[in-house]
């Protein structure tokens, strides 16, 4: 019966990380060297993300949205316009990544205001948040209708 419930557990573990949306695995999704310096356009080597951020509003599939050192500065304010309809993503992983801090600000102010959500998971380890964006994610945590299982802030600052 044991080995049958760590057979259990460990199936229902891999249809979650099945379910996690891991951009450091998507091709393109750093920004190209030539691009850094570039403020205006786009390139066709670059893989946009307001396409995905849009259908993430209404995502009921995935449970884990995770940018991990991909480099991308709007994946904090892009989370928060699909944060302030989405009911089922679970995990937010923000970690290492150089996302303005008014794009926290903005997704704390989205978790603040969506009821429904689900978020129990936070990681902004090594993320740039400033005392603003400290303070609007501290009210969304006050307003979460739940309990928030795991917070990672290590290194912020």
Known sequence: VTALACG???VQEQRESDRELDFSQVPGIEKPASLMNITMGSSEDRFELAPV???LKYNV????VVFN?????????GLA???RTNRHLRKIVIAH?????????????????????????LDFSRSALDDKAAQ????????????????ELSECG
């Open 69 to 77: 050192n991909v480099g991308r500065r709007e994946a904090a304010s």
């Open 136 to 151: 609007a994610l501290s009210e969304a945590f006050a307003a979460f209708p739940h309990g928030l299982l795991h917070l």
């Open 8 to 10: 259990i557990r460990d």
């Open 97 to 121: 990544e150089s996302s303005a801090s008014s794009g926290f600000v903005e997704l704390g102010q989205a978790l603040k205001e969506n009821k429904h959500h689900s978020v129990v998971s």
């Open 53 to 55: 951020f849009a259908a």
């Open 61 to 64: 599939f995935f449970h884990s």
């Open 81 to 83: 316009t699909c944060m």
